[in-house]
């Protein structure tokens, strides 16, 4: 496989970037998603390095912000399991940085 191939499509990366408290910002899954990992493993390499999250790298949504970015979601999943049992977390650049290095 040559790097070429290896790259992640812009467009990709383009459509899971969201407009949140002032700053552009990606959901946990899909960052999940680009680093090839589970949700939960991403998570939890966070939680083990707090420290290196403070709130301008990072933040969960509420409740409401939750709703309405799951509601321009076309289809959502249906069926026990399918659905969050916790609020995402969102990461702003910085975050999306230091997130390259716990991982």
């Known amino acids: 496989m040559t790097s070429r191939e290896s790259l992640i499509p812009a467009e990709r990366i383009?459509?899971?970037i969201h407009f949140l408290h002032g700053?552009?910002?990606m959901l946990d899954s899909d960052l999940a998603s680009l680093y090839g990992?589970?949700?939960?493993?991403?998570?939890?390499?966070?939680?083990?390095?707090?420290?290196r999250f403070p709130g301008?790298?990072?933040?969960?949504?509420?409740?409401?912000e939750n709703a309405?970015?799951?509601s321009q979601f076309v289809i959502l999943e249906t069926g026990r399991g399918k659905?969050?049992?916790?609020?995402?977390?969102v990461f702003?650049?910085?975050?999306?940085?230091?997130?390259?290095?716990?991982?």
Do not use: C, I, W
């Open 83 to 89: 659905h969050r049992k916790y609020l995402p977390y």
């Open 23 to 25: 700053e552009k910002v």
């Open 68 to 70: 309405v970015l799951r």
């Open 56 to 64: 301008d790298f990072m933040f969960q949504l509420t409740p409401e």
């Open 14 to 16: 383009e459509h899971s």
């Open 37 to 51: 990992v589970e949700t939960r493993a991403l998570v939890q390499a966070v939680e083990r390095n707090r420290s």
């Open 92 to 103: 702003t650049e910085q975050g999306v940085a230091m997130l390259s290095s716990v991982l």
